[in-house]
């Protein structure tokens, strides 16, 4: 976690969000498997003057692991990282983060971000490639990006799946991909406002105008600005380590409730209406599973009020809630849920009709049984042979009748309500509003 330590002018703090599957619901069994993979772990204790205990009791505590340090070139300078993974378990998010720090008077951070979108694409790429979501279209969007290939921690994300995976209440999919979101740690409040602006538009050059971007937030003796993709904090001589680390773990809680409604979004259209296992249509408890863990996951975004209580951290909340764009991120991820919704009316209505064809089937099978049975019985009592034909005549012409108007209605009403949800289905995803994607 960064801390105002004069020895570093600048520091880095770029956490990365990937999705483990789903909640975890046995917060022990996880524990365990974490320990096994990453060694010894901390608890992130929250302060019960700033946090609601009736929000807590029903969220199982952040664990945290230290996986490692290095070092990288980046921006023309040399910089000392340390990575720390976060399990966020209630929203099924796990939170790579990276601090990066430099000694370099001369450091270019405005060359910083395309470096490291550069490096750290050396591991996401053949990541993607494993968790089969590299798709054609992809890798040649992606071509001139591929470098020689490494592991940061992508082999570490994908273990820790298979590791959490028996005590995790799987999603309908898994989302592959992951979103960062970069934030620059001024500890001598000594850039300047061109600087500042250049990080905040993740930009080479300085501005020399000044576009519309959200207005800072003071925290005790922190003050943070952000456009949503970048954050850069700037410290004075006053500010406390609490206070840095209490911005920096809001930034992160808000961040991992964007990435709930991104995975959201992003396995809707080709993993709601199949199985996880490839049988086709999803049954009727499959569907309403996923709605159930659609809206419990929503409930988590945005409720600020539940979780706090403490004004001063409100309002930093607050603050990165609007410039990271969650409420129209969570409002995409509702439209999905309806629209989820009316995909599961369909499927009722399509299995209504289904249920009633087979009724008809066996009316029809019944009705030629009891034509069968007639004959002998006509023949039986003496009737005249034409009056016996004519009879039985009528009585097939009938029940053909019956059968053939009444199966070109079932197939008029299927037709008719695979064409509703199909013409529902598109004028809403054409209403749906375009959400920021990963960025990957």
């Known amino acids: 976690m ?6 570093s002018a600048v520091q880095v703090y ?12 046995d917060t022990e069994g996880a524990r365990e498997a974490l320990i096994r993979l990453c060694g010894s772990l901390e608890e992130d204790q929250a302060f019960t003057r700033s946090w609601n205990l009736s929000y807590l009791v029903r969220h199982a505590v952040v664990l945290r692991a230290v996986i490692g340090s290095g070092t990288v070139h980046l921006g023309g300078s040399d910089w000392r990282f340390q990575r720390t993974l976060r399990l966020y378990p209630w929203l099924g998010v796990v939170s790579v983060d990276y601090l990066f720090e430099t000694s370099d008077a001369e450091v270019r951070l405005a ?3 395309d470096d490291l979108v550069h490096w750290k694409n050396t591991d996401y790429l053949p990541y993607l490639t494993l968790c089969g979501a590299m798709t054609a279209e992809l890798a040649a969007h992606t071509a001139v990006s591929a470098g020689p290939p490494a592991d940061l921690h992508g082999g570490l994300v ?3 799946r298979a590791a959490l995976g028996p005590f995790v209440e799987q999603r309908p999919a898994t989302y592959a991909f992951h979103d960062f979101r970069t934030c620059f740690v001024d500890l001598r409040a000594g850039l300047d406002r061109p600087t500042v602006h250049s990080l905040l538009l993740l930009t080479r050059s300085k501005p020399t105008s000044y576009p519309d971007i959200p207005g800072s937030l003071t925290a005790g003796g922190v003050e943070i600005q952000s456009s949503g993709w970048a954050t850069v904090l700037r410290t004075d001589p006053t500010a406390t380590a609490r206070e840095l680390a209490d911005v920096i773990s809001m930034f992160s809680l808000i961040h991992a409730q964007w990435f709930v409604c991104q995975l959201w979004i ?3 259209d080709q993993d709601f209406r199949r199985t996880p296992y490839g049988r086709g249509v999803a049954s009727a ?3 309403s599973s996923s709605q159930l863990a659609l809206a419990q996951d929503l409930t988590e975004v945005g409720n600020m009020d539940l979780m706090l209580k403490d004004p001063a951290l409100l309002r930093v909340a607050r603050y990165f809630e609007r410039t990271l764009g969650v409420r129209d991120h969570r409002r995409a991820a509702e439209q999905r849920l309806r629209l989820l ?3 599961s009316r369909g499927q009722a209505d399509y299995r209504q009709a289904q249920a009633t064809t087979r009724l008809q089937v066996l009316f029809a099978l019944s009705a030629a049984g009891s034509i069968a049975a007639l004959v002998p019985a006509l023949v039986e009592i003496n009737l005249a042979r034409a009056a016996t034909t004519f009879t039985i005549a009528a009585v097939i012409l009938l029940w053909l009748g019956f059968a053939l108007n009444y199966g070109g209605f079932i197939a008029g009403l299927r037709w008719r309500l695979r064409q509703r949800v199909s013409r529902r289905r598109r004028a809403r995803l054409r209403r749906i509003p375009q959400s920021r994607g990963p960025r990957g």
Not at 2 to 7: M, Q
Not at 14 to 25: C, N, Q
């Open 14 to 25: 770029v956490p990365f969000k990937y999705d483990i599957g789903g909640a975890v619901i």
């Open 266 to 268: 992003n396995v809707y």
């Open 158 to 160: 994908r273990e820790l």
């Open 2 to 7: 960064p801390s105002p330590d004069r020895r």
């Open 285 to 287: 408890h499959e569907l």
């Open 341 to 343: 919704e009316e995909y």
């Open 111 to 113: 060359d910083f971000y």
